[in-house]
């Protein structure tokens, strides 16, 4: 059935750096890929999403890039600051969603 | 502002009771969705609906069932409650099918099975 790996599961990072998250996906019928952030204690919201019409897509620091051929698609997060620091999670078909990536930004 | 409400947001229950989530919204969405969330595993599916008449299991229906009363009403029910139902459970919306638009989460409602 469908499947989505999301990797790492805890990522950490200094203050100013760079953040990227994969994921991988089963189903070459997955059309809409979206990224959401959870907050400690809060519930999960959207920051990007991106569609299989394009290859990339930005929002200030946070952008997402898709490979169809590779079935997998990535979030990166630049110039991190210790408010990103919270659990992402990927999503593909059905909205089968990733297992999470725990991201620290430490000051 | 239009939003997703989940009652109760916390209970603890013992194992073989039946308990009842409750989820309404004012988005004047018409898909509404259950999940359930667990440390390391994400959020799995346990039920969707894309209107009044429309009930579709997800990846884990398996103990649960559901009600969608009226458009905006879409609620969870645990028959018999057993101890590996504790977790998280969300209820979300929204205005596209799942795989092309945004989801609108509730709070969340943490239960407990002892």
């Known amino acids: 059935g469908e499947n989505v790996e999301q990797h790492p599961s805890t990522l950490s990072v200094q203050e100013g750096d760079s953040a990227v998250i994969k994921c991988t996906y089963s189903d070459s019928a997955s059309n809409y890929f979206p990224w959401y952030k959870q907050e400690l204690g809060k519930r999960p919201q959207l920051i990007i999403d991106?569609?299989?019409?394009?290859g990339e897509k930005k929002d200030q620091r946070i952008a997402v890039t898709l490979n169809k051929t590779a079935k997998h698609f990535s979030l990166h997060i630049t110039e991190t600051q210790p408010e990103d620091s919270a659990v992402y999670f990927c999503?593909?078909?059905?909205?089968?969603f990733g297992a999470g990536t725990r991201l620290t930004v430490k000051p | 502002d239009a939003d997703v409400t989940q009652t109760p947001r916390n209970r603890i229950t013992k194992t073989g009771k039946r308990i009842m989530l409750e989820c309404s919204q004012t988005k004047g969405h018409d898909r509404m969705y259950w999940y359930r969330q667990d440390p390391g595993l994400g959020l799995r599916l346990i039920y969707y609906?894309?209107?009044?008449?429309?009930?579709n299991k997800g990846e884990i229906s398996d103990g649960y069932s559901v009600s969608r009363q009226a458009q905006a009403k879409f609620s969870l029910s645990l028959e018999s409650a057993i101890p590996n139902q504790t977790a998280l459970y969300f209820c979300a919306t929204s205005d596209l099918g799942m795989n092309t638009g945004e989801l609108f989460f509730g709070e969340g409602s943490r239960l407990t099975v002892l």
């Open positions: 999503a593909a078909i059905l909205m089968r």
């Open positions: 609906s894309f209107d009044v008449k429309d009930i």
């Open positions: 991106i569609r299989s019409n394009v």
